[in-house]
């Protein structure tokens, strides 16, 4: 089953549930009991279940087609991301990263946008290094500390797929990544989140980034340093893992550019750190794929951002 | 005038005024029109003024310490913090950072508790080396995009109080650090917010943090390497700053220990990275004051968190 959060006419904001990916139903529309907050949905012992029940056993639903979707989370706790974390892309930087603890670090609500929605591209006298990075996303259902790696997955509601854009010159700047992880709109994560059960082994998934059609990332998911268990394990030692949190599990590397793929193979337009063939960085007017095996596609336009000039609100 | 959020009998959460720092007024109850959402008071145009005015025109307040006072902020889009802005802890821990940029992470809601309430201490057989970071919290009132160095002062609502609790151990597991600054109720901010008309320039103010009443801490704020104006001015390149977002300014170092403080000389008591003569370790039973000239004393117990066991909830 999919969970996701919509926007239509009569709505700001609701739950929906969808069992093909095609058409859906209002969380409140089955089960009327049950609050608008995903966290309190995530959390609640069973709901997802019955969610599920309710759903198979539903009409004919609505076309996904004629609602807009939302970032299902709104304003979790922690938003928390791995770096480092695929061997690929810890080859492509050169960087160091602890083979014994995952390597984690924190994005805000408002730098993510959900499926669909545009990415903002920063103006290229503040930014030229902007870099999609495709991620499975972890989301916590069942609250928990000291959770043992052996029931760690217990605590996962589901899995969702992440653009964890990345403003390259920002995150250099300093030793902790700040900013360059959190400009505005600057990642997506959606469309939905697919429950666990539905979703199965993150190991047997594969994941694929796509700019403007063309293949720049692709591995399974079996290449992780640490993997989602250890990893829930982890945070829980440290605070209680709350309905909502949710966890990106890192990038791979990129892609060989093929034969012909002039822009792929053309390092002098990288401005980034680490040059690499097969990276390109996002601009405006780009389109931005990421496709997760059993997950569906996170599709999002990017758009420029405002000129680099003093605005109050 | 401070602005806090309190609990007592009758409410979970609203937000008062105060002017002495000994008696208060409900914000509801000056101006009834105003609602009980920080963020939604700090980023209205000459609602604080208002408030002001009102309260000095207000008869006797209720005495604060007939309520609770709770974290102000609640959930804010961004708790930032910065690591390594003081000359004196940057001696200390021998570290490096850009001289250029300010050196910036984020902490989570749940770090952090409110001023009275338990810090709390983890469990010896997960971490021991669990340190006070006396710091200047700003937080922001006016939104604004690419705001100014020469403008950044307007965006300030005003001024407050952190504890940023770490947890030295897992902050150095990784080089982002991740899970060893969001420990559970590991830090505090508090008692209020002071307007930035009230404070003053920071420059001028001065910082002390106390363990069982041994001044441990104690800079002028001067001594800072990314100003205030800076990291402001830095931050709304990348995204636009909302009210109530918060930034701690990162901590002084250590003062030398009295030629009496057996504890403060005793560097084989010191588990963390940096053995430093004057540090010592928060533990359960401690209390621990931190005090900036101007805003007050942010005062927090310590207690011991629950042993390292699994549990569910």
Known sequence: MRLLAFRDADTDRALGVSADGITFHAVTALAPDLPNQIEIVLGSNGALDRLA??????GP??????????PFLGRANAFWALALNFKTHIAETGLTTSLDYPHLFL?????????????????????RAFDYEGELGVVIGKPGRHIPVERALE???GYTIVNEGSVREYQMHNRQFGLGKNFEASGSY???MVTRDAFGDPTRHSIETRLNGIVRQRSGLDDLLVGVAQ??????KGYRLRPGDMIAMGTPGA???????????DLSRQYGPFPTPGL?????DDRVEIEVSGLGVLSNPLIADEPASYRIG
């Open 255 to 265: 892609l060989p550019p093929a034969e012909n793929d002039t822009e792929g193979r």
């Open 280 to 284: 390109v960085h996002m601009r405006p």
């Open 61 to 70: 639903g609505r076309p996904l087609s004629q609602i807009t979707l939302l």
């Open 107 to 127: 994005r805000t609500a408002a730098s993510y946008v959900g499926s669909g929605e545009p990415i903002v591209a920063p103006p290229e006298q503040v930014a």
């Open 53 to 58: 029940a309710l759903l198979a056993a539903a």
């Open 190 to 192: 959606g469309p939905w």
């Open 231 to 236: 990893t829930v394990a982890y945070l829980s």
């Open 155 to 157: 605590h996962v509601a």
